[in-house]
């Protein structure tokens, strides 16, 4: 781990980090597809894993957790998470970006991203890339259309303004293999065009310390070791599948984290 915690700190991201073997991702994609003909697709609603317990437990995965840890340290919330689907065939893309641009949040450094594939992410299937060290430099400028893209993936179409390119690597990941990285890293995807679904679970993770600057009212839960600031509302991991109760927190916690976006960009 301390080398993992190396790589982290010198490219701002990691990859590959097994968190399940590849026929349980298999089967975990199954229970999310299985999922999604119930209540249609999945593809960035937040908090996937208030919903899902195929979601939950990938994400609570021990193997995932030890990662996180060595890139933010012991205590650890939860604070999102989306499947993120490209079908086959299809142009959605997502534009260089950080992450952590219309966040809101106090402190760069405490959060991480996790992207565990459960099919294959390859070039041609639109597996991410990343610019190596580009964490380092801090916050860069993003320009926010007003009309964004129809195939862009980003909910506000956001890109940031002049990015040099050409030290991007790939990110190819086997199903049931995941990158984690940091908040502040370049990081993009193109056109799916191999013919099958490319389907990711994104986590985010932060520290406990971190606070909502922009907004009063964030949620998340305990994954690891101990919250000793209480700044965000405890929420509840799912105890079956789809339970309408936890659909309606869903919806309501997606409502809140879309609008919080807009809300951290229409400020600026
Ligand atoms: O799934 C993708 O292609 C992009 C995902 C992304 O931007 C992220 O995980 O932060």
Redesign the pocket.
């Known amino acids: 781990m301390r080398d993992l915690r190396a790589r982290y700190r010198r490219d701002g991201f990691v990859a590959p980090v097994r968190v399940v073997d590849e026929i349980s991702a298999l089967a975990h994609r199954a229970r999310m597809e299985a999922a999604e003909e119930q209540v249609g697709p999945l593809h960035y609603r937040d908090k996937a894993h208030l919903v899902l317990t195929s979601a939950w437990e990938l994400i609570a995965s021990s193997t995932l957790l030890d990662a996180v840890e060595a890139c933010i340290g012991p205590d650890i919330l939860l604070y999102n998470s989306t499947y993120?689907v490209?079908e086959p065939g299809s142009p959605a893309?997502?534009n260089w970006?950080q992450?952590l641009t219309y966040w809101g949040l106090s402190d760069d450094d405490a959060q991480v991203?996790a992207?565990i594939a459960l099919s294959p992410?390859t070039p041609e299937s639109?597996?991410?890339q990343m610019i190596p060290g580009s964490h380092v430099a801090g916050p860069v400028d993003h320009v926010t259309p007003a009309q964004k893209a129809p195939d862009d993936?980003?909910d506000l179409g956001q890109y940031a303004r002049g990015v040099d390119e050409s030290t991007a690597v790939h990110v190819p990941l086997l199903p049931g293999e995941a990158s984690l990285?940091h908040g502040l890293t370049l990081?993009?995807?193109r056109p799916n065009r191999s013919d099958d679904r490319?389907i990711?679970v994104?986590a985010?993770f932060v520290a406990p310390h971190v606070r909502q600057l922009q907004h009063g009212d964030d949620t998340a839960i305990v994954m690891r070791g101990v919250d000793a600031f209480g700044h965000f509302r405890p929420e509840e991991p799912p105890v079956r599948d789809l339970a309408p109760e936890a659909l309606e927190r869903q919806r309501e916690a997606d409502r809140r984290i879309k609008s919080n976006y807009k809300a951290v960009r229409d400020r600026r």
Do not use: P, T
């Open positions: 993120i490209k893309q997502v970006h992450d991203s992207w992410a639109g597996c991410m993936v980003l990285h990081h993009s995807s490319r990711g994104n985010q």
